[in-house]
Structure formats: structure tokens, C-alpha cells
């Protein structure tokens, strides 16, 4: 499926992809390719045995098995339930099964999930955003901008995911990979706020955008992001953290 411009507004699904749904599981051939146009309004939730609204995967797009590839266009005010069970994830868009989603140029914006990845969701697959990509006004239970899973692939090259927020963990990226992928170069992530933030000691754990737990072997992607080549580390204990956390929110103010 090919859409050159167009809008697909106001749908709702009880599956997979309030808009659109990728399924390819039986012949592995499932594509969509996205050239412009706006997917916006859309939803995924059902009503449930016991009487309880539950949450679908991907209000705007959903891909459990397939591909999804985005150039340029615009996903928008799309939702996995708000007021039921947290159950659904990736409120613009979720990925499963080993699909893919290749994100180039476009934006996802005031999307929602109940659970998890406000904007993009993913449960064993991977998420590349590049070429000035952005994620923006996002949120979900645990991942306002992306959530990805253990066994996730998430690139970002020339983008931006910010004034993303979850209720809890993980402001603009959440990512429980031990390898997250790759950060490239010329990335903003700014401007997103994660209220709670425990103290789980793993290196496992990355809330990225939040900046409360970055794990030591992240620091070169951190690094690559820069424009600057040789960049200096300051290691600090969280006290100080916190104080030059504060300093520099003020600062931009």
C-alpha cells in the first residue's frame, strides 16, 4: 500500500493500526509506504468480556508484521486508549513481530498511548528516524516520545523527539536494550520532563531524554551527536548532576 499525499482521518481500529494496519505474517510481505499526506484523529481500543475499554497496538499506524516506511507527511492527535486499561502502545505508531519502521523527514506529534511509547512503540523490531525527522508533544505511561523493548533496534540520525511526557519513566526515550542503536549525528532531544525517576542500577536501563539514568556505555553515541568531534566527559555524582540540570533549565528559560 502506497500513499502519495492524501489524509486518512478519524478511524478507529480494535486490532492493529487505528489508520492503518501492516500485516504480513503468513507471506512476510506486508508494506506500507507513506509519501506526504496526514494520518490524524485516529484511535485503537476495544471493549472488553468484563465491561473495561482496552487499549489496541498503534493508533495511527500499526505494523506486527510488516514494514512501514515514512517520507516526509504527518501523524497527528492519534491514540491507543486513554482512559481504560494501560495496555496499548505506540500512540502514532507501533512496531512488532520484526517489522521496521524507517522514519525520513515527516512528523509525529500529540500522539498518546495508554502504556507505553506516546509517539512509536516497539516490541521486537526496529525504529530509524533521520533527515530532520521529528517527535513532538507525546505521551504515555512509561516513554512520552519512543519506547522500545529488549529486543529493539532504535537510529536516529538528524532528528528531533521533544516537550515529550509519560507519567512515569523515560521523558522523550525509553529503551531497555543493553545496545540502544545508534544516536548519529545532529540530534535534539530537549524539552521533555519524566516525573518519576527510581533508582534501578542496571546498565540495561536507559531513560535517554530524561537524563536522569544514561549508562556509561551509551556515552559515545551521546558523544557522535555532537558537532564538535573531541568532546569532553565530566563525571559527577547526582547531586551535582542535579544542580547543572537545574542551572541549565534556568539558563534556557
Known amino acids: 500500500f502506497t500513499m502519495n499525499g492524501g489524509n486518512i482521518v478519524g478511524n478507529r481500529s480494535e486490532f492493529y493500526g487505528g489508520g492503518v494496519c501492516v500485516e504480513g505474517a503468513a507471506t512476510g510481505v506486508g508494506r506500507f509506504t507513506m509519501n506526504g499526506g496526514t494520518i490524524c484523529g485516529n484511535s485503537g481500543y476495544y471493549t472488553g468480556d468484563d465491561g473495561k475499554i482496552h487499549a489496541c497496538g498503534g493508533g495511527g499506524v500499526g505494523a506486527p508484521y510488516g514494514s512501514f516506511t515514512m517520507t516526509g507527511g504527518s501523524i497527528a492527535g492519534c491514540y491507543t486508549n486513554k482512559n481504560g486499561q494501560a495496555t496499548g502502545y505506540g500512540g502514532g505508531v507501533c512496531v512488532g513481530g520484526g517489522s521496521a519502521f524507517n522514519m525520513t523527514g515527516g512528523s509525529i506529534k500529540c500522539c498518546t498511548a495508554a502504556l507505553a511509547g506516546g509517539a512509536v512503540g516497539v516490541d521486537n523490531g526496529s525504529?530509524?528516524?533521520?533527515?530532520?525527522?521529528?517527535?513532538?508533544?507525546?505521551?504515555?505511561?512509561?516513554?512520552?516520545?519512543?519506547?522500545?523493548?529488549?529486543?529493539?533496534?532504535?537510529?536516529?540520525?538528524?532528528?528531533?523527539?521533544?516537550?515529550?511526557?509519560?507519567t512515569g519513566i523515560g521523558g522523550g526515550v525509553f529503551c531497555a536494550a543493553a545496545d540502544w542503536g545508534d544516536m548519529g549525528h545532529d540530534n535534539i532531544i530537549w524539552g521533555n520532563e519524566a516525573p518519576v525517576s527510581p533508582d534501578i542500577n542496571t546498565k540495561d536501563v536507559v531513560y535517554l531524554a530524561n537524563w536522569r539514568k544514561i549508562c556509561w556505555t551509551d556515552l559515545p553515541y551521546l558523544k557522535n551527536s555532537a558537532l564538535k568531534k573531541e568532546v569532553p566527559v565530566k563525571y559527577m555524582d547526582s547531586t551535582e548532576a542535579e544542580a547543572v540540570k537545574l542551572y541549565s533549565n534556568a539558563y534556557l528559560a
Open 127 to 166: 525504529f530509524a528516524m533521520s533527515n530532520g525527522s521529528s517527535i513532538t508533544d507525546c505521551s504515555a505511561s512509561v516513554g512520552g516520545g519512543v519506547w522500545s523493548n529488549l529486543s529493539t533496534a532504535v537510529t536516529m540520525t538528524d532528528s528531533s523527539i521533544d516537550h515529550c511526557t509519560p
